[in-house]
């Protein structure tokens, strides 16, 4: 199966604040502008946690939507996310066999990387 | 020669004493608002995760979490971890620098799930420290349900 892998999707101003409560990481860098500034930041930043269930997201859409379809997702964080910036996950197929396909994951922000190299392990989950 | 000493000053030291180090067992309870509230935070749009009619329609015993719901009940574990001044990590320069999970059984409301961290690997490489977190969740029933590679690097100054 040649699967098609992409998302965009655009945090809003308050996602760090409300992915900061979701995920109980509540480092200043993420929701206070000013803490950001101080420590040589633009504004505050997306969790690279968040960044990467978005390309956790676009994995499991891909697979038809079954959260049991990802097997294993692998990241490496680059630069910086920012709210109000549209994320763009893209995908391509690397391997696949019977039941599993390997892919080669990327996320962007305004033409810049901010997660490469992901690879993920999709699997049918009915297989 | 002169190179060589300028880039040994900027290296991060780095004390790989902790490797192997673990960590005491954490539990946490899995909600279904919880997972609604990471759910929405996420963008997730699958009616299952929201759901438990829909979720069990489509073969779960409860609400599932979505993957990346592993960040939440494994943050308990893994975090205590970081912490450790035996680690001795400098939280200024430290950055996320990677992240690995491997699924196994499904995680759903009202499961208990227990997570185990330990230390995989310290080492430093092009003048960084690079500091590898291991997590292992099970479920109430022992069956694995994520293994987490957690990789922090801590960049010269």
């Known amino acids: ?127 | 020669m002169r190179g060589a000493a300028e880039v040994t000053s900027r290296a991060v030291p780095v004390d790989a004493a902790a490797k192997g180090k673990t960590y005491p067992p954490h539990e946490y309870e899995v909600g279904k608002e919880k997972i609604r509230e990471y759910a929405l935070a996420v963008g997730e749009e699958n009616p299952i995760h929201f759901d438990r009619e829909q979720a069990r329609a489509a073969g779960f015993r409860d609400i599932p979490a979505p993957p990346m719901f592993a960040v939440v009940y494994s943050a308990g574990a893994v975090g205590p971890a970081v912490l450790d001044p035996e680690v001795g990590i400098n939280f200024a320069m430290m950055v996320h620098g990677g992240q690995e999970f491997a699924w196994g059984e499904p995680v759903c409301a009202g499961d208990t799930i227990t997570t185990e961290a330990s230390i995989k690997d310290i080492y430093e490489r092009g003048g960084m420290g690079f500091y590898i977190f291991e997590s292992v969740s099970r479920n109430q029933d022992g069956e694995e349900v994520v293994r987490g590679t957690w990789t922090n690097i801590v960049r010269g100054s």
């Not at chain 1, 900061?20 to 803490?35: K, L, R, V």
């Not at chain 1, 930041?41 to 956790?56: C, D, E, K, R, W």
């Not at chain 1, 763009?88 to 490469?116: F, H, N, P, W, Y």
């Open chain 1, 1 to 127: 199966m040649a699967l098609k892998v992409g998302l965009e999707v655009t945090p809003d101003k308050y996602l760090p604040h409300r992915y900061a409560g979701a995920s109980g990481d509540f480092n200043p860098i993420h929701i206070d502008q000013e803490f950001a500034r101080q420590v040589g930041l633009p504004s505050n930043i997306l969790h690279g946690l968040y960044s990467m269930a978005q390309v956790a997201r676009a994995c499991t859409q891909a697979a038809g939507g079954d959260p049991r379809s990802l097997r294993r997702l692998s990241v490496q964080f680059r630069g910086m996310g920012f709210p109000e910036q549209e994320i763009t996950v893209s995908g391509k197929e690397r391997e696949s066999s019977d039941d599993t396909v390997i892919l080669d994951l990327e996320a962007k922000q305004g033409g810049k990387k901010i997660i490469k190299n992901g690879e993920a392990e999709l699997r049918d989950p009915k297989g």
